[in-house]
């Protein structure tokens, strides 16, 4: 990835954070997006004294289409073309794993889904856009293992990340004649603020993992994967669905 520029979103913490940690070491340029400004200053000044990439940080909401708009375009104008954008913003909502459906508010599903569909929704729309991003190669989209399956007291969440395993198949689908790669990377229980959240809430260990490699996956291990995805030595893969779930789905 040596002078590619990837757009990596969600880049505050946990998967984001390792992916673009794992990018910015290999020679990447770098443009940062997440909600949490200070972090991302924190971690752009990091990045900077580290490793010979450029790095822009940029305060984004991907839940607002204009303001992704407006964020490629700074993007492409401080780093260069953009050749990949790995797309990790999410959420998994208030009360993820212990809240039945009956129990969810309206509020909670406009939440959820504004970010997990909305936000997928906005990218592709303005990156796939012909002409916009003339050297975009990849595009790599983290959903989660219940992007397949239910998800008990966790039906939103569930929908959200169905919803966005079929967006990204169909815009695989849409643009691999152009020579852009759309792919899914669905985490199990990955050692993140996220997942300890959960394990919080349903009063579990976060120590353990009834997956049958019994532990929980390191972000790293997540990175590995949306960084091969983002290259060329995956040139050949588009439309997939890549689990890094410990079997989970096995």
Known sequence: MVRKVVVV???????????A???ASSGAHLALWDINSSKLKEIAKSFKAQYS????AQTVDVSDRSAVKAALIEAQHHLGPINAIANFAGTGGHQLGVEPIWETSNEEFEFITNLNIRGLFNILGEALTPGFLGELQSIVH?????GTRGYKNGAVFAASKHAAVGMVKSAALEVGSRGIRVNCILPGPIDTPMFHQVRENA???SSASD???PRPGQP???????????GDQSSYVTGAVWNVDGGANA
Not at 9 to 19: C, D, E, I, N, R
Not at 53 to 56: E, H, Q, R, V
Not at 142 to 146: G, V
Not at 220 to 230: K, N, P, Q, T, W
Request: proline share 2%.
């Open 53 to 56: 990439g450029k790095i822009l």
């Open 203 to 205: 009063g579990l260990s």
């Open 142 to 146: 983290i959903a989660s293992m219940f």
């Open 9 to 19: 979103t969600g880049s505050a913490s946990g998967m984001g954070l390792a992916t």
């Open 220 to 230: 790293e291990e997540v990175a590995s994967i949306a960084v091969f995805l983002l």
């Open 21 to 23: 940690t794992s990018l």
């Open 211 to 213: 997956t049958p490699i």
